[in-house]
Nanobody
Framework: QVQLVEYGGGMVQAGDSLRLSCAAS????????MGWFRQAPGKERMFVAA????????YYADSVKGRFTITRVNAKNTVYLQMNSLKPEDTAVYYC???????????????????????WGQGTQVTVSS
């Protein structure tokens, strides 16, 4: 089992920056990759970014490329999402997810699918006002 807790959400203005953190505990050595998704009111949970454990390969949704950066510190079992140039359309609950027990190579599309993730955090609200 892996437990995930997100931190860092809040209310900001358009153009501001915010950094989210996701702390993992439990069987973290089995974590293959971690990712961020977001869900706006009345919409589906959508992929934002992901990072692999071994090589720190990163993947991003087109809507956040160039503005968001995902990083991880394995020693702290923590993944970060640095969000710059925030827009009102970035408003959502942000969820951290973990892929566990995998080996081998997976293409970028694997990380963008909710079904690829085995564990989820409780989410943290990000609100961007115009």
């Amino acid at each position: 089992q892996v437990q995930l807790v997100e931190y860092g959400g809040g209310m900001v203005q358009a153009g501001d920056s915010l950094r989210l953190s996701c702390a993992a505990s439990g069987r973290t050595s089995s974590t293959y990759a971690m990712g961020w998704f977001r869900q706006a009111p009345g919409k589906e949970r959508m992929f934002v970014a992901a990072i692999t454990r071994t090589y720190s390969s990163t993947y991003y949704a087109d809507s956040v490329k160039g503005r968001f950066t995902i990083t991880r510190v394995n020693a702290k079992n923590t993944v970060y999402l640095q969000m710059n140039s925030l827009k009102p359309e970035d408003t959502a609950v942000y969820y951290c997810g973990a892929v566990v027990g995998r080996i081998g190579y997976y293409s970028g599309s694997f990380y963008s699918q909710k079904s690829s993730y085995d564990y989820w955090g409780q989410g943290t609200q990000v609100t961007v006002s115009s």
